[in-house]
């Protein structure tokens, strides 16, 4: 991988696909500044750890099955289509148009799952104090930057926005600069879910124009084009396509398989975090641009 180098002056989790060509996209950012950008990120394993106590983290849609909520059935059907259907998602070689097929239809059956087990915003508040989701380090603290400097975040993510929602409101950063693009259920007066919010379920690899589909992020964003994008897998690239850019920096988080991913990755994103590592250099970018304004 000859065009993937380490800089010497980051730490070894860091790599740059190409930085002569980061650098001039940085100072474009610099140009603009911070009222002329905004952040777009995945959620599960983006802004949260990959590990955590050295086992890997799941995502929102596994904490159910993790905490035995709904039984042994539900453990047991969830779990076929996680056997099933994630080794497809992570594939190299599965086509994009199989995927998104496959998808789709993971996420139609787990939604319905979910339904008919009974699935409640109680029990939605018990699995965010309950499960090993945490943020990643460094998060926090540039969760607070964006709303200080008042830059949009905008979290586009295929798991479950309910969750997510709940997670931002423990940490006490469920700012106003943050909208949350993702599943939802939507609530009964006795706090049961009744039906799937969305019209368009979210999944890992239809994000394609869905800020361009939500007129009120894309009014809000309209007079931002220097996008910083952060995301853990291929399809989080899709993310921005159809919104106009003037810039973009794509920050990809590599959370496994690294050896057999890291080139595809080094076709895809600006910068490549590995090994779980944190947040500061995504917040160094950040503190670039700002600086460079005052």
């Known amino acids: 991988m000859d065009n993937l180098e380490k800089q010497e002056t980051m730490k070894p989790e860091i790599l740059i696909t190409n930085p002569?060509?980061?650098?001039?996209?940085?100072?474009?950012?610099?140009?603009?500044?911070?009222?002329?950008?905004?952040?777009?990120?995945?959620?599960?394993?983006?802004?949260?750890?990959?590990?955590?106590?050295?086992?890997?983290?799941?995502?929102?849609?596994?904490?159910?099955?993790?905490?035995?909520?709904?039984?042994?059935?539900?453990?047991?059907?969830?779990?076929?289509?996680?056997?099933?259907?994630?080794?497809?998602?992570?594939?190299?070689?599965?086509?994009?148009?199989?995927?998104?097929?496959?998808?789709?239809?993971?996420?139609?059956?787990?939604?319905?799952?979910?339904?008919?087990?009974?699935?409640?915003?109680?029990?939605?508040?018990?699995?965010?104090?309950?499960?090993g989701m945490r943020l990643r380090d460094g998060a926090l603290d540039f969760l607070r930057t964006l709303e200080k400097e008042k830059i949009p975040l905008v979290v586009m993510s295929s798991g479950l926005g309910d969750l997510i929602t709940e997670i931002l409101k423990k940490e006490n950063v469920l700012y106003d600069?943050?909208?949350?693009?993702?599943?939802?259920?939507?609530?009964?007066?006795?706090?049961?879910?009744?039906?799937?919010?969305?019209?368009?379920?979210?999944?890992?690899?239809?994000?394609?124009?869905?800020?361009?589909?939500?007129?009120?992020?894309?009014?809000?964003?309209?007079?931002?084009?220097?996008?910083?994008?952060?995301?853990?897998?291929?399809?989080?690239v899709k993310m921005i396509e159809k919104f106009p850019c003037d810039e973009i920096i794509k920050v990809g988080f590599l959370n496994e398989r690294i050896d057999e991913q890291k080139e595809e990755y080094a076709k895809n994103f600006d910068v490549i975090i590995i090994n779980d590592s944190d947040m500061n250099y995504v917040s160094s970018l950040i503190d670039n641009v700002i600086k460079k304004q005052s």
């Open 20 to 131: 002569e060509k980061l650098q001039k996209k940085i100072e474009r950012f610099q140009e603009g500044g911070a009222e002329k950008m905004h952040v777009l990120s995945d959620f599960d394993r983006t802004l949260t750890k990959c590990l955590v106590g050295g086992k890997q983290s799941s995502t929102s849609w596994a904490q159910f099955r993790n905490l035995g909520y709904f039984g042994e059935d539900y453990i047991k059907k969830s779990q076929a289509m996680f056997d099933y259907y994630r080794p497809i998602e992570i594939s190299l070689t599965i086509s994009e148009k199989e995927k998104m097929e496959k998808m789709k239809e993971w996420w139609d059956k787990h939604l319905n799952l979910l339904l008919e087990y009974g699935v409640s915003q109680q029990i939605i508040k018990n699995i965010v104090e309950k499960s």
């Open 177 to 236: 600069n943050i909208h949350i693009i993702s599943n939802f259920f939507e609530f009964g007066k006795d706090g049961i879910a009744l039906r799937a919010k969305n019209e368009r379920i979210i999944h890992s690899y239809n994000k394609k124009g869905v800020i361009v589909d939500s007129p009120t992020v894309a009014k809000e964003l309209s007079e931002r084009k220097n996008v910083l994008l952060l995301g853990d897998t291929l399809g989080d």
